[in-house]
């Protein structure tokens, strides 16, 4: 089942690290790990594979691929030789990235996207096409009604001044194309009522928020294994060093503070209350694609004893999020040629602050993943 | 449902701590911070509750319990307010712990604790009286014809010779005088074919081994994240600096080799392979009661990216193991009262080394424990 | 020579605890771990002893010393019996512990915290008073003409607007009283050319500021260490994680960028440039008096492989800075006897931000530290 | 001023990454980062230059030094550019990398050993030799009466077996041929007393042992900060994961012995006592020319408040290593030409257990070196 993978933010590292090891992959010159999909609890299900997908997508940036693989294989995110094995096939996909559409009003604009996504589906013959967002974090946008009405929405969108931030610009216009879109970025992206209201009249489904690769994985079952002794936490504190072009976004305030709440989210929704202490975000040129969070967790054992746990993460965040990145669009171009429509909460496994009322311990999001890619996998074919 | 706990090591950091927090959360001064049955989702089943349990037990020490009380005040690790709130309460268990049988054979030893235990029972006319080793870690005892076949070893238990470690001796009283056992150690205990036939004879269940308490609970939910996320763990190393008396028996070659193994079991039985590194274990005294672990995981992304993690753990033994006793012992008075024979498997969560063919990874063991405490509970009584 | 020792926020943690000490050290009940003038390379030196030292001080706090007292056993901070075995004593220290003055123009102000010191050195017959700060942290104050001249000074104190922030005017009245004055905050103290010009005329010294204790003091001796080994620090990132009135203070933004200033200033001063990374200061109420900081270095070697350190510091302020108040006491008291006057830029040793061009590593410090300690010292008295 | 550098284990990591980092340094093409004569405070001193050295060495291995670096490079210990730019030269040094040489009597060898370093130095007229031993660690020799007399030591040398261990061998062949000798390695080297005398004999110095280039030099700067704060350090604990030939050397019980004891010396010489606690050296091939240490640090504040620090270093043992036998060849060099014999105590700040009554303290050795750099540097000259 051929799919499309539509990636906006298409030259970036997250992107082009994806590229570059679906390529290889398939190729046979790189292991898939960190692949989930790969992995001996699911590979045997029959969904799209990794040699089904074609890439494409947006950029503002125009940097080639080629140089970009270049530059990732210098500062060692990926090897140089594998950089040098797929170089044509890389070569092949520059011509399916491009310039972002601007100019006229966002519904002009939204039109663009869409007939780059159409062409982009029939020029390869696809059977269908997932867009994912993997660009930089944008601010919160301030409220407006046309978020909460589809007809509001598309009238506003006539107008000059623009309403939708730029992953919901993607997303409307993702679902013009009848396209299902994921966010692996904490934007707004499809989390508007009014777009979610765009994806049902589609029968399309969604996926997001905030691709999981770190230091919230971590939490993710250290928090549940606390619940589950019935130790109480008293504290949890942490600080992420990020280089690269995210860590500088993520250290203005206002983005910061979103992905800050959202990193603390798992916290209250596995221990059933908030400890004291916060997530802190802070930008490291120096540390470049690499990450490097730190958690003290203080908690209280039997008759009030007080103990302690720190643990130190030091992570690619490239070569995490870029293999997630082929698993989340092969799912749900399962999940859309499964009929299923509206906010995919089974891929909470995936994401820091998902959508729907899931549930936020890694092992019940484990359980649940299973279960859909099995409930959305064809069954009497091979893959 | 009155239930007796029978410790061996009764005047003990753990055994006395576990009476204490007993004692002072029955009479409301203090929270069940710790004992995973009182958490919210396991707090409803009709268990044996906290207030129905009855201690005593065996030990070769002579410390009075309210001396030992005092010693864990004055360490920090029971307020010393709760320890003057129980003092009488302390004080009453003291006529049940007895000095250890010993002389003549192992036969006439087995028969003197299972006398001791008969005793208790009719003392307190209790339903059912459980028998927990919580005593020092063992050398692992040479092999023995006698451990395979329960006829050879009660003939070999009437000669002079001993055949059985203690904590295996224990068990064979315990299962003489009706009583499940339960080793929190990661001695030998019931772990031999000719015990498990007498438990079965018996028609008795039990369980072990190993309280996981620290380091081993911390992989235990670390290493299937690795594995569902298809990360490949390179190594994984640790080292575990222990004060009291465990640590310095622990710092023996023989318990040491013993129980690192056993501490690494989790890495092979999770992610499906045997990554490079060691647990050593370390006895600094100065800790006390404490211990701190540090473990470093190397491990590998997409196209081979090289990250790592670090964790410390700074935990008090006692503060962690004490609850779990509880616990155990009123699940497995449930289980016998619901007619459980044999090894306990679902007890899992509790231990580094779980008897039985049984996940490792503790969300698995949580969700078997979850099921297992409802399938014991009395179905239609308040408990 | 007896030396009254004056504190402002004498009811505070720091001070109650310096007092404790104080006692319980000359009482033969507990060592002078942390006091420096104690260790085997001090104290053979003639300066004021611990038994010479008189306390009393200033505070707005209303809540008695044996209170603060059973407080700080409460938290672990001083042992019960200790505060026990001097509580007759720290009684007696009550009445010399006095209201901050207030009401009237500053100048009014200042004459009634210098005749408090006049009559304090009265009563006790002492031959000399140190005052020291030990409050809480003030935010920078503006800027204004009169901090530059003395005349100036003077001329709008008399003034309804009040010109100097508490801890100035604290030492304005100390150089009145003929007091020296060392600031163990942050604030600005002595730190005005028209105080310094004071101190000057009166032949007064002074000392500060902001006590080193905790994550500096670490700084102050790695950073020389990869300076001498000709090691490049590319980043040095810091959290601090503080519980307490002090924690609370410094988490306001204003505070917090004084001392997180001072605290990156030893990297600049010991390596010869500012390596990338900040440190941050985050408040935790649940740690109490301990304060946690983490730090992460990134170095280079040889040909540019990059390196890697981090520590992770759990300190007790209290514990950490009570002794260093004796020693800064007994030190300041013998350097004003030997007639010094102005900075006292030899006491480096204690401060995250010493007065004076002084050198920053600690070695270069306790070098200094030593001749000072030498110099002042009564040559031919035994103490 | 002509010197040369003949490295015993010239074909190791640390030997080739030298050669490597000499090369590009003074093609101007890799800064002198980790080289100590070439920080701020010494790199005025009129020594010999990285210009003036020239390299040769002995070898049990074959890997040609192409080999090796290419090696180096595809580890990331070297960036492949440098090995690139500096292939000719290093291909040029092939030539005086020799064999060690076997057979015949110690005596035999010693005379071979010392014949081609005569050949090495009249080769290339160089206007001295000296000698330095990066192989890997020995176990400690057993004892043997010629070790202590030089006369005795010479009779024994021509019998059939041996009596030196071959690093003392080298310290012998070395002084026979008039080259000063280094050990860089715990090896028993220089330090008998039959090879002092000789050394005496001949005028030579020597130096050793040990290189500091990790968790040891860490703790000279920590220890001496607890020190001087009077802090007690309670344990010190420490675990060193190493990979590399060194690390499955060091495993061995035998060498780990001697290099732990090596490593905790500082602490008894700079506390004044020893504290509790181990360090472990443990192999973990999968580090490969990287280690990594983590130490515990339990301490005692004013009235006995417990405190911790913890500490991860994260390091690539050759690129510490090797800046430091280039610093080491110069000095030793320059000691040489100013008349200096025997042991070298002024270069304890390289090594972990440095010869003669040193101080143990980084800021302490660091002002005996720069007085030695002063002191045999050449005073009229430009060098």
């Not at 995110?77 to 094995?85: C, D, E, N, S, T």
């Not at 869409?114 to 994912?132: G, K, T, Y």
């Not at 934007?187 to 230091?215: C, F, M, V």
Request: aromatic content about 6%; glycine content about 10%; hydrophobic content about 45%.
């Amino acid at each position: 089942m051929s799919t499309g993978v539509w990636l906006i933010g298409a030259r970036g590292s997250v992107a082009v690290t994806s590229m570059i090891g679906a390529l290889a992959t398939r190729a046979g010159i790189a292991e898939p790990t960190g692949c989930v999909l790969e992995s001996p609890a699911l590979r045997h299900h029959a969904l799209p594979g990794l040699g089904d997908l074609t890439f494409g997508g947006h950029d503002v940036c125009v940097l080639t691929l080629a140089k970009k693989a270049a530059a990732l294989a210098e500062a060692g995110i990926v090897p140089a030789a594998v950089v040098r094995a797929v170089e044509d096939e890389l070569a092949a996909i520059e011509a399916d990235v491009l310039p972002l559409p601007e100019g006229g009003t966002q519904a002009d604009t939204a039109l663009a996207i869409a007939a780059d996504l159409d062409a982009f589906r029939e020029r390869h013959s696809l059977d269908r096409v997932v867009v994912i967002n993997v660009s930089t974090t944008e601010p919160a946008p301030p409220p407006h009604p046309a978020h909460h009405d589809l007809d509001v929405l598309r009238d506003a969108l006539a107008c000059p001044e623009p309403v939708l931030p730029a992953s919901s610009l993607a997303a409307y216009a993702a679902f013009l194309a009848g396209c299902p879109y994921v966010d692996f970025t904490p934007s707004t992206g499809a989390r508007l009522p009014a777009l979610a209201a765009l994806a049902r009249e589609r029968g399309l489904p969604y996926g997001g928020h905030d691709g999981k690769t770190g230091e919230t994985l971590v939490k993710s079952v250290l928090a549940p294994m606390f619940a589950q002794r019935h130790l109480k936490v008293r504290s949890w504190s942490g600080v992420n060093l990020l280089g690269g072009g995210d860590g500088a976004n993520l250290a203005h305030p206002d983005a910061n503070a979103a992905k800050a709440r959202s990193k603390q989210r798992v916290l209250a929704e596995t221990l059933g209350y908030t400890p004291q202490g916060d997530t802190r975000i802070d930008y490291l040129e120096e540390l470049g694609d690499f990450k490097t969070a730190w958690d003290l967790v203080t908690f209280e054992g039997f008759l009030g004893t007080s103990m302690r746990m720190e643990f130190t993460w030091h992570g690619c965040d490239s070569a995490l999020a870029a293999p997630l990145i082929l698993d989340l669009a092969r799912l749900t171009s399962a999940a859309h040629r499964a009929g299923r429509v509206g906010e995919l909460g089974e891929l909470a496994f995936f994401f820091k602050d998902p959508l729907g009322e899931v549930p936020h311990a890694l092992a019940d999001q484990w359980r649940e993943l299973l279960a859909f890619a099995a409930s959305v996998a064809q069954p009497d074919a091979s893959r």
